[in-house]
């Protein structure tokens, strides 16, 4: 049995990780997560290979009980404080996730872990030089307390390896979105706002662009670079690279659900909306083989699985 962890596990991306390893029973599946952002709905079900242990990874004490118990073989520290309100609300909370990653890293070395998958962001790009964004010419521009930690968490990572020959691969994830994500983030919010008839807010004129990443293609790109041991001591952009302007997405989201929504826009934030965003995602490309869902795509998987579960 191999044993795995996933910090942060509740989360959209960590929970839906999960529920793709533990279909494999060679997987001893392992979650831990505080819940301040994610939820026990984004979890397994009934199954004998996955526990859940509520945890808050940047205590010490509470994380190296459960590693020191289980003799993990492989980690997935995707735990974070998320959103960007909520960060830029939150910086001292968001800086202790420092911690958490030094805790994660000290342990791993000292119980055995073979390597640490390590989510950053593209936040790490900061306002950014060139397009695409990629993996070797991080501009190390950013100064908000959320992309400063991610970082500062490569960097220890990258560390880790020199000093300890601790192996590790870390994703720089680009929006990933899906059905069960929260209405903290963009899409979620605005279909669920378009859903409800009521005004969908943007900040300033809304011609900051994003890319947008399907859950499936996410995990499907991670999982394989796990179990085929790809990219190892590597950065890899997880994302789509086609970009959209957020007012355009408002729009789509709007004739897609048939709403009868108005757009309103509210006051540019002062900090924490970059102007544009797209990865090089020539290694996720490759390994996939394939194109990734289109925006227009994943927005009608997302209303379909909500239809379903509503008439269940």
């Known amino acids: 049995m191999i044993n795995i ?3 942060g596990g509740a989360g959209n991306v960590g929970g839906a990780l999960a529920c793709r390893l533990v279909q494999s029973k060679k997987y001893q599946i392992v979650v831990v997560d505080n819940l301040i952002t994610g939820s026990v709905k984004n979890l397994p079900e009934d199954c004998d290979n996955f526990t859940f242990i509520k945890c ?3 205590n010490y004490n509470d994380l190296s009980a459960i590693m020191l118990a289980f003799k993990f073989d492989y980690v997935f520290h ?5 959103g960007v309100k909520r960060t830029l ?3 001292m909370t968001v800086l202790q996730d420092i911690e958490g990653i030094k805790n994660i890293l000290n342990l791993s070395k000292n119980t055995g872990v073979k ?3 390590y989510s950053s962001s593209s936040e790490v790009y900061g306002e950014p030089v060139e397009f695409p964004q990629n993996e070797q010419t991080t501009p190390l521009n950013s100064r908000l307390p959320y992309a400063i930690v991610k970082n500062v968490g490569e960097a220890f990572f990258k560390s880790y390896q020199r000093e300890y020959g601790l192996d590790f691969t870390i994703f720089r994830f680009f929006n990933t979105y899906g059905p069960k994500q929260s209405n903290d983030f963009v899409i979620s919010k605005f279909i669920d706002t378009a859903l409800k008839n ?3 807010t943007i900040y300033g004129e809304g011609n900051q662009t994003r890319t947008f990443c399907y859950i499936d293609d996410n995990i499907e790109a991670t999982s394989r670079i796990f179990e085929e041991s790809l990219y190892l001591n590597d950065v890899v ?3 789509n690279s086609k970009e959209i302007s957020v007012v355009d997405l408002a729009k789509m989201i709007i004739s897609i659900t048939g709403s009868m929504s108005s757009i309103v826009h509210l006051e540019a934030l002062t900090e924490g909306d970059m102007t544009r965003r797209q990865p ?3 290694k996720m490309l490759k390994l996939l083989n394939r194109e990734l869902l289109s925006i227009e795509e994943g927005i009608a998987q997302i209303l379909h699985l909500n239809h379903r579960l509503i008439h269940k």
Do not use: K, M
Not at 78 to 82: E, F, R, S, T, W
């Open 56 to 58: 808050d990874v940047n």
């Open 115 to 117: 390597r640490v998958f």
């Open 5 to 7: 962890l996933i910090t």
């Open 89 to 91: 609300s939150n910086p």
């Open 78 to 82: 995707y735990a974070a404080l998320v």
């Open 198 to 200: 009521e005004h969908l």
């Open 237 to 239: 952009n997880i994302g």
């Open 280 to 282: 090089d995602n020539s």
